[in-house]
């Protein structure tokens, strides 16, 4: 999904802009991006942002639409790591599959989710999750450092990828 592809969109330009930011590490920037969207358009284009930041990863990783895929996590703190990721970034993984896999109903279901327990812990960690594995996909260093931009303590770390990718049927 791009600008260029949907001039329909006009807060389009916003949510791919947020996307590179984050990309680039720059999580100060994605945060003032996505303040300033939401001054601009309101929040009901988050859904629409997660949508495009879907649709952008899936593209840059090369899964087909309708693929089936399964997340995994790995959340390093301190001192420790546990394969049992936060609840915000299970969520991401959630949302990914349920867009990449086209099951419209699932990802209706996260998006209600989102709008009942509030959106900004859990697009916070959508943005970071599709950032960090369009990055990881093109072995790019994650140097990303969560928390001062968004408003939330930086005490874990997390990394988030996809496997066992198949094709539709």
Known sequence: MSAREHPDLPWLPAAE????????GDLMKA?????????KYGSEVL???AMAW????RAHIGVPIGATVHTHHICATHDHETDTPPADVAWAGRIITARI??????????LEEANNEGWADKIT???LV??????????RPVAVRRGAAFGVRPQVAHTHGLD????PV
């Open 130 to 139: 599709v950032a960090q594995t369009i990055n990881v996909a093109a072995q």
């Open 31 to 39: 945060g003032d991006a996505i303040g300033d969207a939401l001054d």
């Open 47 to 49: 859904p629409g942002f």
């Open 164 to 167: 066992n990718v198949r094709p």
């Open 17 to 24: 802009a947020i996307l590179q930011a984050a990309i680039e």
């Open 125 to 127: 960690e959508l943005i």
């Open 101 to 110: 896999g086209r099951d419209q109903a699932a990802f209706m279901v996260l």
């Open 54 to 57: 879907v649709d952008t990863l």
